[in-house]
């Protein structure tokens, strides 16, 4: 005996198991969404912790880092010592100084002189007034340092007439 459509949808065990597939539909998709929400809010906490674990620690890092300025103008053995456990320390809990080289990077460095040298063909730096640090790739402290640039009313030769 064939069953009609009819039939199938006055069924009460078809019916129900239409009814639990919709359910189970429904569940899933609500999980994912569930999940999906709880990543955005673990990820969100994490990076409000970090903000606020930097905002606590910067200004105190700053201070240190006006402390040791200090100790480094000094020719004191013990001052020395006492810098290179320091930053020992800081570089233990990811605060290391920026690397300071001859080419110049307005998001690591800052300028705060700036002389002209007829002798070199772009700008350099030339020597560190105060060292940068950084925390986690995050500039704390830019490296303050002096720099020499080529004269700027130089004349450019083109060489395509």
Do not use: W
């Not at 070199?120 to 986690?136: F, L, S």
Request: aromatic share 6%; hydrophobic share 35%; charged share 30%.
């Amino acid at each position: 005996m064939e069953e009609t459509n009819g039939n199938k949808q006055d069924n009460p065990e078809i019916k129900i198991l239409s009814d639990i597939q919709g359910d189970l539909k429904y569940l899933k998709d609500l999980f994912a969404r569930r999940l999906f929400d709880d990543k955005q809010k673990t990820q969100l906490i994490q990076e409000l912790s970090a903000a606020a674990r930097y905002s606590v620690i910067e200004p105190f890092l700053k201070d240190l880092f006006l402390l040791m300025d200090r100790m480094e103008k000094t020719d004191d053995e013990t001052a020395e010592s006492v810098i290179e456990e320091l930053e020992e320390i800081l570089y233990r809990r990811n605060v290391t100084k920026i690397p300071v080289g001859k080419d110049f990077n307005p998001s690591i460095h800052k300028a705060i002189r700036v002389t002209v040298n007829n002798n070199i063909d772009h700008m350099q730096i030339v020597g560190v007034c105060r060292n940068g640090y950084e925390m986690a790739g995050k500039v704390i402290r830019p490296a303050e340092v002096y720099l020499e640039k080529p004269e700027s009313n130089q004349t450019v030769v083109n060489n395509n007439h």
